[in-house]
């Protein structure tokens, strides 16, 4: 649920990457933490083990200007993705405005993306929210590895198993590149603005 | 969503009952992490959406691990440093006043002031006039 403030006309919103373990959500914020410096007033909070595992999450609030003349923050979040994480993870979705669901391309990692998207429907259902009614965007990361051989499911496919009835807009990326991390950004932040529009007055 | 006379009162309530009484920084919060209000006395820097970020996770950390002991809540979450300090209470279901303060200030006082001021900010989101 966004926090509007009318007194310090503030509103901040909460935006939480989802997928996977090794999925590559934090590499998308490390790519925006780099690519827009000057909008970010804070350094990345990233609360990780020692081999660079999301332990907790990983926080980047990123201003985006005037709407309606409110100064609006997204908070960025990534969730851990580790199979044994699931009790941190539900604890970071809490008051989640919207989601990027990052799965992983590769071949070997098929089954785990579905897994972790059934979870997600599971775990936003602990806080009375719908994966069906909010926002969502999808993200095909690692596309780059098609190029290096390693063995990936195509993008129709994935479609079929993640988004045949989300039908979220979706993203080939490569977050380590960078390509497509801004977009898939943007579509989510409109997204979510969106939805919440007619809070603003 | 608050308005505006609520978020004036929670505002007056937090700089008159803590901030005045010697705390270093207050923040009003909301289990996501968002602040609502935030207060100091002008003298210590502090990045507040990282330190609101990071309490609302510590604060959801230790209330899975009372659930998971058979607590419905650990009531004083406390740390203790050796310049400043930092007391995290919780106002509602929604809503998290977190204090820090230096070693000239008891925890005592803090936990009184907290509770008064806690109790007040209730009143004001219900609507409690009395
Ligand atoms: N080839 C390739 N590697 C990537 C890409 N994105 C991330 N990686 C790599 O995948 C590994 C895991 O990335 P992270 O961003 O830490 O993954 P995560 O989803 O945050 O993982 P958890 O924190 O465990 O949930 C790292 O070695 C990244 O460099 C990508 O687009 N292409
Ligand atoms: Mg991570």
Excluded at chain 1, 29 to 57: A, G
Excluded at chain 1, 113 to 123: D, F
Excluded at chain 2, 40 to 59: C, E, I
């Amino acid at each position: 649920m966004a926090l509007i403030n009318v007194k310090t006309k503030e509103v901040q919103i909460k935006i939480v990457y989802y997928g996977p373990g090794r999925g590559g959500k934090t590499t998308n914020l490390e790519y925006i933490n780099k690519k827009y410096r000057e909008q970010i007033k804070t350094e990345m909070v990233s609360l990780k083990t020692q081999d660079d595992r999301t332990l907790f999450f990983d926080f980047l609030p990123f201003d985006v200007g005037q709407i309606k003349g409110f100064d609006v923050t997204i908070q960025l979040y990534t969730v851990p993705g580790q199979v044994k994480y699931n009790a941190t993870r539900r604890l970071v979705l809490r008051g989640v405005d919207g989601i990027v669901f990052v799965a992983d391309v590769q071949q070997e990692q098929r089954n785990k993306n579905i897994e972790s998207l059934n979870q997600l429907y599971e775990n936003l259902e602990t806080y009375n929210l719908d994966l069906f009614s909010i926002p969502v965007v999808m993200q095909y990361n690692k596309i780059d590895l098609k190029s290096s051989g390693v063995p990936i499911v195509p993008s129709k496919v994935l479609q079929k198993d993640l988004n045949s009835l989300l039908r979220a807009p979706a993203f080939e990326a490569s977050a380590l590149r960078g390509g497509n991390v801004t977009p898939t950004l943007k579509k989510i932040i409109s997204m979510t603005l969106a939805s919440i529009q007619d809070q603003l007055f | 969503m608050l308005n505006q006379s609520q978020l004036d009162a929670i505002d007056q309530l937090i700089i008159d009952n803590l901030i005045q009484s010697g705390l270093d920084h207050v923040i009003f919060m909301d289990m996501a992490g968002n602040t609502i209000a935030k207060h100091d006395n002008g003298q210590n820097k502090l990045d507040s959406t990282a330190f609101a970020a990071l309490a609302a996770g510590n604060f959801a950390a230790v209330d899975a691990m009372a659930k998971l002991v058979g607590e419905s809540e650990f009531s004083l979450l406390f740390h203790k440093g050796e310049k400043s300090s930092i007391h995290f209470s919780k106002v509602n279901e929604e809503n998290l006043l977190i204090s820090m303060f230096n070693k000239d200030i008891s925890l005592g006082l803090v936990r009184l002031k907290v509770a008064q001021t806690i109790e007040q900010i209730d009143k004001i989101l219900t609507g409690d006039k009395s």
